[in-house]
């Protein structure tokens, strides 16, 4: 017992530190308020350390339309943005107006694309054979790098940055702006920057007085690059690229949940890679949701331990409980001497001694399994079927017969019969 409770104390530790995420998270999930490695701490706070401040949109962007003066910045970096008509209105006349918008994401909503692009840009028929989605094409992919060397335009050397998981260099994705989308020299939209030399990974969108500046490579914006003495020039030089001195809008409530933009990611990833099949977690929302939220994993993972515990210890065959069964009561031997006690008190004894001549009989096919009638002398091999003496068998079959050939009889003879057989009970 003892044994079997420590295994039970050394698998709930286990389960507890597997679920509680000790070390690092090196998700990418572009949290301002959080220090993992793929999180905007630091550029949060480098940017709300500048003179024009730092104003957060946590709901909705119409607030980007209140300043109607000064120059101001929007910024969002992360994995995807989700736009709907409202907003992208209210965003398209934020910049229309003089202001800057700098995103930096794996990808451009669609809707938005379409619009800074033009659609005969961004849905390029005429040059390319295939469907309207761009990432079909594998031809203009620049592949999976651990090192990708970045340009920008301002910059005279070129910068080598590496993809990083749990602090090992790792294969990702290069994400990039197709040349075709800026297919039209009548639309202000120019490349700023470069990924892998023949690709662009940055570009100014004109829009009315202002500019959209979009950057393909959002990781490198985050936490573990920006306080890297080597790789925070990058994101330093392109930013300074696409900010004006004015505050800047932090946006939030464009951000849509890390599992979500998982899911996009991979996605994306699939055509490239070949894979097939359902991943659990990237197909499931609601279990991506859940692994996203240390609180929830650890309950999941507790309930998952729960559940193989009680299949490894109770979820074997077990016999079940047989039911105690009662022996039945005689009654009615009760019955007898009820019976026999009425009639003695009416003073019939011949009707009381055959009563318990009955009773007799009963008594030796209960315990002895003889079948005897008081009509006959009691069995030849009654001796030795009961262990009776000669003397006992003698005397019971005289008082026997005196009571069953007489009708009536006296009280003298009813207490000799009794005593006769009385000692049969006692075999």
């Not at 104390?9 to 090196?26: R, T």
């Not at 979009?214 to 990781?219: A, G, L, S, V």
């Not at 790789?231 to 809008?249: F, T, V």
């Not at 079959?397 to 057989?421: C, G, M, P, Q, W």
Request: glycine share 6%.
């Amino acid at each position: 017992m003892r044994s079997a409770r420590t295994f039970f104390q050394w698998a709930a530790l286990c389960v507890v530190l597997f679920a509680s995420g000790c070390g690092l998270d090196w998700r990418e999930s572009y949290d301002y308020t959080d220090d993992d490695p793929f999180d905007l701490y630091v550029l949060h706070q480098l940017l709300q350390a500048r003179d024009g401040g730092l104003t957060m949109l946590q709901d909705s962007l119409p607030a980007l339309s209140a300043d109607e003066e000064e120059v101001a910045n929007y910024v969002f970096v992360g994995s995807y943005a989700y736009y709907n008509e409202n907003e992208i209105t209210h965003l398209l006349d934020f910049v229309e107006r003089g202001n800057n918008a700098f995103i930096a994401a794996d990808e451009l909503p669609e809707e938005l694309a379409e619009m800074l692009y033009g659609s005969d840009c961004y849905f390029n028929y005429d040059e390319y054979d295939y469907s309207t989605t761009y990432d079909d094409d594998y031809s203009i992919r620049p592949g999976y790098h651990d090192t990708v060397q970045l340009t920008l335009e301002t910059a005279g050397e070129p910068y080598q940055l590496v993809h990083v998981y749990d602090w090992k260099p790792t294969r990702d994705r290069v994400n990039f702006v197709p040349d075709y989308h800026l297919c039209d020299p009548e639309i202000d939209n120019v490349s700023l920057g470069t990924v892998d030399t023949n690709f662009i990974g940055y570009v100014r969108l004109n829009w009315g007085k202002g500019n959209f500046y979009f950057n393909t490579q959002p990781k490198f914006f985050t936490n573990f690059y920006l306080v890297d003495s080597t790789s925070y020039h990058y994101a330093e030089d392109a930013l300074a690229i696409a900010l004006n001195d004015g505050p800047i809008y932090w946006d939030e409530a464009s951000r849509i949940p890390p599992a979500v933009a998982r899911q996009k990611r991979e996605a994306r990833n699939r055509p490239a890679r070949q894979l097939t099949g359902r991943n659990l977690l990237s197909g499931n929302e609601s279990l991506s949701y859940i692994q996203d939220n240390p609180a929830l994993a650890l309950a999941w993972y507790l309930l998952l331990a729960s559940v193989l515990l009680y299949v490894f210890f109770r979820g074997k065959r077990r016999q079940r409980i047989i039911p105690i069964i009662n022996q039945r009561e005689n009654s009615s031997k009760r019955f007898i001497d009820t019976l026999s006690r009425l009639i003695y008190q009416k003073g019939n004894h011949g009707a009381l001694a055959r009563q318990e001549l009955r009773s007799l009989r009963f008594h030796l096919q209960d315990k002895f399994g003889i079948r005897w009638q008081p009509s006959e002398p009691l069995p030849k091999n009654f001796a030795e079927l009961t262990g009776a003496s000669a003397t006992l068998i003698e005397g019971a079959n005289i008082e026997i017969k005196i009571v069953h050939d007489k009708r009536s009889i006296d009280e003298t003879a009813l207490v000799r019969f009794y005593r006769a057989i009385e000692p049969i009970y006692h075999l």
